[in-house]
């Protein structure tokens, strides 16, 4: 049973930091590229970050560029976030998701997905 579980959201200010984490289990990890998606209130799922199966590739989307940084322990099976000088408008419930693909930045690329962790960001 494949389980992809996030962790590290919470409520910050602006400017503050966060790093989420996804830990994983029951699948092969070096075989995904794995992502991070978020989705606000009202809004559709959108791609944040994906970094391939070795870390040799990652994507950013242009909001998050320079701010967030993606990263894999494959010893771990675990993904991590990193999200610095955070905005209101990160404010999301993040998810991680595994991909077979190499750049996937659609949701319907990715075959498991998390249950998602909030994360808050105060002005």
């Known amino acids: 049973q494949v389980q992809l579980v996030e962790s590290g959201g919470g409520l910050v200010q602006a400017g503050d930091s966060l790093m989420l984490s996804c830990a994983a289990s029951?699948?092969?990890?070096?075989?995904?590229?794995w992502g991070w998606f978020r989705q606000a209130p009202g809004k559709e799922r959108e791609f944040v970050s994906s970094i391939t199966w070795n870390g040799g590739s990652t994507y950013y989307a242009d909001s998050v560029k320079g701010r967030f940084t993606i990263s894999r322990d494959n010893g771990k099976n675990t993904v991590h976030l990193q999200m610095n000088s955070l905005k209101p408008e990160d404010t999301a419930v993040y998810y991680c998701a595994a991909a077979r693909g190499i750049r996937v930045t659609v949701p319907r690329g990715y075959d498991y997905w998390g249950q998602g962790t909030q994360v808050t960001v105060s002005s």
């Open positions: 029951g699948l092969t990890f070096t075989a995904y590229t």
